[in-house]
């Protein structure tokens, strides 16, 4: 039974071919298959695709993926089956995604459907950008959530959702129930949500991730101390001290000043700054944080 696929994708897909495909019009059946190319489909219709011993139902917003040399049985609805597609090999060999031949795509329907677009309008032009915007569907799809699926590694849509607007809104002022509202959820749906995902509460997480951001400034920049806080959220200097000593160990001033040409290699690879004890000195007013 064939109900997941392993996805490589440490190198971007090779597009062979993406368009738009009206099936349904000679028949209320086909069967083929693909002998070397993968292949993507976002549905706009309802039928049944069957392959390797197993029946998927199709609904619009539903994505499938198929591997080479599958064959494939497709049962339409209606006599017109509108469905964007795109067929390319995947030239990797790392590590493998396991995500489902069928998904609900819900919420990211749309995203998916003008990245594809993307994909169709590029591949007549530059099979380069044709191949990063099929890599993005691709990476996406190892996101769903497949309906009635609990599957590991796999993040509740409005946790998605939540991520991404606190991303987008680090410099400016977050609070939990606007982050709620945003991702359509409840206040404390959101708290259990974040604490289950990263063990974190909401207030934690963004802390973080206004210190991780700074971190980078701190060590790969030359901005100034309170631009810095200012772009990561935390404008009040007292404030952007105290985060930047409980989660980065070390003052903003001594992160930077701990980290020269071998910190600037070190900050890619993730390491956490910490200065050198002689240089770590607990600073009490804002101002000797500049």
Same mark, same amino acid.
């Given at each position: 039974?064939?109900?997941?696929? *392993? ?9 062979? #071919? ?15 298959? +693909?002998?070397?190319?993968?292949? /993507?489909? !976002?549905?706009?219709?309802? =039928?049944?695709?069957?392959? =390797? ?11 499938? +993926? ?22 390319? $090999? !995947?030239?990797? *060999?790392?590590? @493998?995604? @396991?995500?489902?031949?069928?998904? *609900?795509?819900?919420?990211?329907? &749309? ?9 169709? &309008?590029?591949?007549a032009q530059s099979s380069a950008r044709a191949s990063a915007e099929l890599w993005t ?12 699926? #609990?599957?590991?590694?796999? $993040? ?24 709620? @509202? ?10 259990? +949500? ?5 063990g974190h509460t909401v207030v934690a997480y963004i802390r973080r991730r206004r210190t ?28 952007? #001290?105290?985060?930047? @000593?409980?989660? +980065? ?13 071998? =910190?600037?290699?070190? %900050? ?6 910490? &200065? ?6 607990? /600073?009490?007013? %804002?101002?000797?944080?500049t």
């Open positions: 039974m064939t109900q997941h696929v *392993d996805l490589t994708l440490d190198l971007p897909p090779h597009v062979e #071919n993406a368009g738009v495909g009206v099936h349904g019009s000679a028949g209320p059946h086909d069967v083929f298959r +693909l002998p070397r190319l993968w292949q /993507l489909h !976002l549905y706009g219709y309802s =039928g049944t695709l069957e392959l =390797g011993g197993s029946r998927h139902p199709i609904r619009p917003g539903h994505v499938s +993926l198929v591997p080479p040399d599958t064959e494939v049985h497709f049962h339409y609805d209606a006599t017109r089956c509108e469905h964007l597609y795109a067929h390319f $090999r !995947l030239p990797g *060999d790392g590590e @493998r995604r @396991r995500v489902p031949v069928m998904q *609900d795509a819900a919420a990211d329907a &749309a995203v998916l459907a003008g990245l594809l677009r993307q994909t169709v &309008a590029a591949s569907v691709l990476w996406r799809t190892t996101g769903l959530t497949a309906a009635g699926e #609990n599957r590991p590694g796999s $993040r509740h849509p409005a946790l998605r959702t939540a991520v991404a607007h606190i991303e987008e809104h680090l410099a400016g002022p977050l609070s939990v129930p606007a982050i709620a @509202r945003a991702a359509g959820v409840s206040h404390t749906h959101l708290t259990r +949500l974040f604490r289950e995902d990263t991780e951001r700074a971190r980078h400034l701190l060590i790969a920049s030359t901005l100034a101390i309170p631009a810095i806080a200012a772009t990561v959220g935390i404008p009040d200097l007292q404030a952007f #001290n105290k985060a930047c @000593r409980k989660e +980065l160990g070390a003052s903003p001033r001594a992160v930077r000043e701990g980290h020269g040409q071998e =910190g600037l290699a070190q %900050a890619g690879a993730g390491a956490v700054p910490r &200065a050198p004890q002689r240089r770590v000195r607990y /600073l009490p007013t %804002a101002a000797q944080t």
